[in-house]
């Protein structure tokens, strides 16, 4: 049998979430429509998209708080429907905690295994090995409103990691931590998740968030489920527009296609002039037009006598200052809208005076085919 790399063993094929043609309907409203997806066992699964896109709705449905108008939903094999919450091989943490404040952290973690009848030292190795999980070892007698912000989402986390749960479900876990906090939970819960092995599922709307921490996101907008893909394919490979302009900043050039194969598509653009692309797998052609984008950071200045076999010229028109970076809006004959460039401040993009001349090299192979 050849061995298996780490990412196998990471992230095996068995699957542990299969959402069929999914909808739920308020009234005429449809909050989830036809939804399709597949979540394998041992993945951090997100599901990212902007207030009111459906994904609080599809995580309640996982859960058992709510059900499908219509579609199915399986949990490691097992079909969910008439299975109530407290039945389901999921554990949900909520935004808010939802942490009792006149027990201490012991007895909150300790709540749901009560029903298991475990036994008080079978009951107290598990509510211990919890809060080691979630490094908060030793303060098993504090009480909940003696915690910081932090705390407190540890000790729900553990709460809900003491059940054993197959799948964990996560509403928005860290939106009320301050930044430096959540950025310090997103890599302790991605490192958490690798080492339980149990399906994460989380809900977001921060993108930075999915990607940092997830192992595929689906983004949703208006109730449907627009892609999935890892966290890499959804920045540098949006299928459209929308999905694009979610995930961060991206200069947009219409095209004409010229050609197009199986694998690639040849397109004329006023700005870059003809450039051949790959053609992304979801890309659905809809007539000759297409769009083609590059993000920012993928637009380089050229110093001096540096020059590039793919460059443009253009004006500065507009420059803002962020520390490690310089943000500049360059305004470039051809392009209908000012290309944005974000450049590092070692050579100086920082003092590049406004109405100045620059050069920028793009690389061909960060440009990506959109279809309209
Ligand atoms: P947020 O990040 O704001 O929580 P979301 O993507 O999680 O947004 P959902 O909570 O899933 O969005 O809601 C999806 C849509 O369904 C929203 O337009 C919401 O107003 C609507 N909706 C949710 N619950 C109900 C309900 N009980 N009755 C009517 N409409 C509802």
Not at 179 to 188: G, N
């Amino acid at each position: 049998m050849p061995e298996r790399t780490i990412s196998d063993r990471a992230m095996p094929d068995r699957v542990m979430i299969e959402i069929d043609r999914v909808t739920r309907s308020y009234g005429a409203f449809k909050a989830l429509d036809d939804a399709n997806l597949t979540i394998r066992e041992g993945e951090f699964f997100s599901l990212l998209g902007p207030s009111g896109c459906g994904k609080t709705t599809l995580l309640r449905m996982i859960a058992g708080f709510d059900n499908p108008t219509s579609g199915t939903i399986a949990v490691d094999g097992q079909p969910m429907a008439g299975i109530p919450a407290n039945r389901r091989p999921t554990n949900m943490v909520f935004q808010s905690y939802a942490i009792f404040p006149h027990l201490n952290v012991e007895q909150n973690v300790a709540y749901g295994l009560k029903r298991l009848k475990l036994g008080k030292a079978e009951e107290k190795r598990r509510v211990e090995e919890a809060l080691a999980q979630v490094s908060l070892t030793g303060l098993g007698k504090r009480g909940a409103t003696e915690l910081s912000g932090g705390q407190r989402q540890r000790v729900a986390l553990a709460r809900a990691l003491v059940m054993r749960p197959k799948v964990l479900l996560l509403d928005e876990p860290l939106s009320a931590l301050d930044k430096k906090l959540r950025e310090q939970m997103q890599v302790e819960l991605r490192r958490l998740q690798k080492a339980v092995g149990i399906t994460f599922v989380l809900v977001t709307h921060d993108q930075y968030e999915a990607l940092a921490m997830s192992d595929r996101i689906a983004v949703m907008f208006g109730g449907r489920i627009a892609q999935v893909d890892s966290p890499k394919d959804i920045y540098q490979r949006p299928v459209n527009r929308q999905v694009a302009d979610f995930l961060g900043g991206m200069n947009f050039v219409r095209a004409d296609i010229v050609e197009e194969t199986g694998t690639s598509l040849t397109v004329d653009t006023l700005g870059f002039g003809r450039v051949r692309t790959d053609k992304p797998p979801a890309f659905a052609r809809n007539g000759d037009g297409a769009t083609l984008g590059i993000r920012p950071e993928r637009l380089r200045v050229l110093w001096d006598d540096e020059t590039s076999e793919f460059e443009v010229a253009g004006e500065v028109v507009e420059r803002h200052y962020f520390g490690e970076v310089t943000h500049l809006i360059v305004r470039i004959p051809g392009f209908e809208a000012p290309l944005s460039v974000i450049e590092t401040n070692d050579f100086g993009a920082d003092d590049l005076p406004i109405g100045e001349t620059i050069r920028i090299a793009y690389d061909p192979e960060a440009l990506v085919a959109m279809a309209d």
